[in-house]
């Protein structure tokens, strides 16, 4: 159904608050779903909705009450405790301590412990940078889900690497998981009913399936086998071991995030870095392109000439059998 943005995110702040989330906590949390529906990455869309308020009933996620605080903090680098509160609320609250920071210092550090799920889409809080002029490069781990490669235990998050790039228009933004597919793809698949692609999961027994329910059991594969593979681990220690968070199931914690602000200006003019970035994006989209193809897409572009869209036009289209849901979920 086509719904207007502003009806979908008065909905889903209205079940938050309900649910005991403060106002602050609620706004944050939608606005990083409504990222993912505006962008039609539906897998961290309002999807996430009742997986937040499920997680709050049993205990995992800490709403209201006491705020996150920084642990550490050095004059280029902030370490906050997110006092096991969403990751949607509590990474873009660090996330704009971060670009304070960042304005004095031009490189900031900044390590998330102690958040509860989820850290939400990220490519969301690399937009937020890049409309600051900062470049944003980051890692998210999360407990379980990815199977290393040549295993068949699922030991690491789903593990995204993400990388904004401020440019004269659209921003250069590359948000991807270790995974293959996203524990939201099995979300989304099994609130809809649907399988998932062959080859990108296994089962409890480590056979391949195609059952979202059964991969939730089992886990999901790496993305280029053991290149994938080496990025998740690499993600699991900055986002876990270095934030003193989850790492691995042998060291216990809450899901981690660690990420690099960098004010380009330290090295040179942000006008002369925005040219050669559009230097090089006006090549890559005018190269030769393969038979059928008709436009060279660079990472990020279509979804936020979607997001650009949905903002002009007021709306965006939200699943019936979803709205249905949220709707009972307000009461």
């Not at 939608?30 to 996430?48: Q, Y």
């Not at 059928?292 to 990020?300: A, C, M, Q, T």
């Not at 979607?306 to 979803?322: F, H, P, T, V």
């Amino acid at each position: 159904m086509i719904i207007s943005i502003k009806e979908a995110t008065d909905l889903g702040t209205k079940i938050l608050t309900k649910t005991g989330f403060s106002e602050e906590e609620a706004q944050y949390c939608i606005e990083n779903c409504l990222e993912g529906e505006l962008t039609n990455k539906k897998t961290h869309g309002f999807i996430r909705i009742p997986v937040l308020i499920e997680k709050v009933q049993q205990g995992k996620i800490i709403v209201g009450g006491k705020d996150i605080f920084i642990e550490k903090e050095t004059p280029v680098s902030i370490l906050v405790n997110g006092q096991k509160k969403p990751g949607l609320y509590v990474i873009n609250k660090a996330l704009e301590l971060g670009l304070n920071k960042v304005k004095e210092s031009g490189i900031v550090a900044v390590g998330v412990t102690n958040t509860a799920p989820i850290s939400g889409l990220i490519g969301q809080y690399a937009r937020k940078a890049t409309e600051n002029n900062i470049i944003f490069i980051g890692f998210n781990n999360s407990p379980g889900g990815l199977v290393p490669f040549s295993s068949i235990k699922e030991i690491f998050g789903t593990n995204p690497f993400t990388v904004g790039i401020p440019t004269n228009g659209i921003p250069l933004i590359l948000d991807m998981s270790s995974s293959k597919i996203t524990w939201g793809h099995l979300l989304l698949a099994k609130a809809e009913g649907k399988e998932i692609p062959d080859n990108v999961a296994i089962d409890k027994d480590g056979n391949p399936t195609n059952s979202p329910e059964a991969s939730m059991e089992g886990g999901l594969l790496p993305i280029a086998d053991h290149k994938g593979s080496g990025i998740a681990f690499i993600v699991e220690i900055l986002g876990g071991a270095l934030t003193t968070s989850r790492c691995g199931y042998n060291i216990k914690g809450g899901w981690g995030s660690f990420f690099i602000l960098i004010d380009p200006t330290i090295f040179r003019s942000i006008k002369d870095f925005k040219a050669d970035v559009e230097s090089l994006i006006n090549e890559v989209k005018n190269s030769p392109k393969q038979k059928g193809v008709k436009e060279i897409f660079y990472p990020g572009e279509q979804s936020q000439k979607l997001r650009q869209a949905c903002l002009k036009s007021g709306k965006l289209e939200l699943n019936d059998k979803l709205y249905e849901e949220l709707k009972l979920l307000l009461g």
